[in-house]
């Protein structure tokens, strides 16, 4: 409600001072999602495994997911030598059902037959549960071409990766199954400077709180560094975090996030003929999750971390966008790591499984290796295009893959068709494909765009 609060006042602001802008767009777009898990086995437990006990998650054989995203975004003022500089605003909200299990799974701790219950209420109340997220809500200023300043809610986003990106250590961990995600923007009061074409140096304050916290805690305000040296056929990127608390941000079940660790990063993108070569690196203080013992209990990893990137782009002459990926993940789990998160699942098979243990297994940054291959043909005779990844991991031996076809019906209405397949080639390395509870995932979405 809180927040509710706050978006509605927000609101009000804007709308008053939108007659100050020149130029005001209005965009966004609906769109609803049909999910169906095919299985082989057609049981009463037909989802079940180690990570969706008693199908804790409420799995079903075809479900429905509408989306509406609304963009606001608006600009005024002059140049520099008016006296007054240029300005604007962007707010972008999200509106989408609520994942009532989840929530309630995560609000009594894991305990299944409370969230069982409570969520029995609720489907006979006849109610439905929609979530509103705010993405954008910055206001920026220009001087000239040297300096941007910008605060509230904005998008902070470093490197060059489609699959995975290390350096992003700001934002959510990013994976190559992570289809129409819209990130969400950063709460940061952010200085930019540019010098020409040569050089661009952000220096931002962030504010990420405490869970459930009501004000302003000091302790929460953390530092950001980015530059960016670009040259003919070539461009250099380098960041880092500094986090005053990061003792608190320890674990992914602390009181801060998981990205929260102090860090610092470097990566490059070279133009060689045509070939796209580009590749990053991030340091960490100490790991980002956690790793089973042996015991039943959860430990966070000391000692510098390190995750890496190295990618190849090509665009063929028929268009065929083609890109190769491999990508180090130093904080996934080696095959004995996995055996253990296997073991941990096992003690919970009789009983309520808690979501910090449950979410420890995440496709595509699980295993310590991967490589993916990403292959996108346009057709432009139908106004669509097909598209093809796989992913394989070496130390797993787990395979993912992704084909899609996607078509615009008119300027306006897009349909998109995504199979999504999860295979282990050897069920004793445990993949991702050990731990999900469905292995074919088949995605028909069709989009409003305005």
Not at 67 to 85: N, Y
Not at 117 to 137: I, N, P, Q, T
Request: glycine share 10%; with cysteine; aromatic share 14%.
């Amino acid at each position: 409600m809180r927040r509710v609060k706050w978006l509605v006042l927000f609101m009000v602001v804007l709308l008053s001072v939108v007659p100050c802008f020149s130029d005001v767009v209005v965009s966004g777009d609906t769109s609803v999602s049909v999910t169906i898990l095919p299985v082989t086995d057609y049981s009463s437990d037909r989802f079940d495994s180690l990570l969706n006990p008693n199908n804790m998650m409420e799995l079903h054989d075809v479900s429905f997911s509408p989306r509406f995203v609304g963009k606001i975004s608006a600009s005024g003022g002059s140049p520099v030598d008016a006296g007054i500089g240029e300005y604007g605003f962007d707010f972008w909200f999200l509106v989408e059902p609520i994942g009532i299990p989840g929530l309630l799974m995560a609000i009594t701790a894991g305990d299944t037959s409370m969230s069982s219950s409570v969520s029995e209420v609720l489907k006979y109340s006849d109610y439905e549960f929609y979530g509103l997220k705010l993405l954008r809500a910055d206001i920026n200023w220009s001087v000239g071409d040297l300096f941007n300043i910008t605060i509230g809610r904005q998008p902070i986003f470093v490197g060059y990766g489609y699959g995975w990106s290390p350096m992003n250590f700001v934002g959510s961990l990013k994976t190559p199954f992570d289809f129409g995600r819209i990130e969400r923007g950063i709460d940061a009061l952010t200085l930019e400077y540019n010098a020409g074409n040569i050089l661009t140096a952000d220096i931002s304050a962030l504010y990420r709180p405490y869970d459930y916290a009501t004000g302003i805690d000091y302790g929460a305000i953390e530092g950001f560094a980015k530059l960016v040296f670009s040259l003919p056929y070539v461009e250099f990127s380098f960041d880092g975090l500094y986090v005053y608390d990061s003792d608190s941000s320890a674990t992914t079940t602390g009181t801060r996030g998981a990205t929260q660790i102090p860090a610092v990063g470097g990566g490059f993108m070279l133009d060689l003929s045509g070939i796209g070569v580009y590749g990053e690196v991030a340091l960490f203080e100490r790991s980002r999750r956690e790793y089973p013992d042996g015991s039943g209990n959860l430990e966070v990893k000391s000692g510098v971390q390190l995750d890496g990137l190295l990618g190849l782009e090509y665009t063929f002459p028929w268009d065929m966008n083609a890109i190769i990926e491999y990508y180090y993940n130093g904080e996934g789990y080696n095959l004995e790591e996995r055996v253990a998160y296997k073991n941990l699942l096992l003690m919970y098979s009789n009983t309520y499984l808690p979501a910090d243990i449950a979410s420890l297994m995440r496709p595509g940054c699980f295993s310590k290796h991967y490589l993916l291959l990403y292959l996108m043909q346009p057709l432009y005779d139908v106004n669509g295009e097909v598209s093809l990844s796989l992913l394989f991991s070496p130390d797993s031996l787990g395979l993912g893959v992704i084909p899609g076809v996607s078509y615009n019906l008119s300027g306006s209405v897009s349909a998109d068709l995504v199979y999504m397949g999860f295979f282990s080639l050897d069920k004793s390395r445990y993949s991702e494909a050990y731990f999900l509870p469905v292995k074919n995932v088949i995605r028909l979405g069709i989009k409003y765009s305005f």
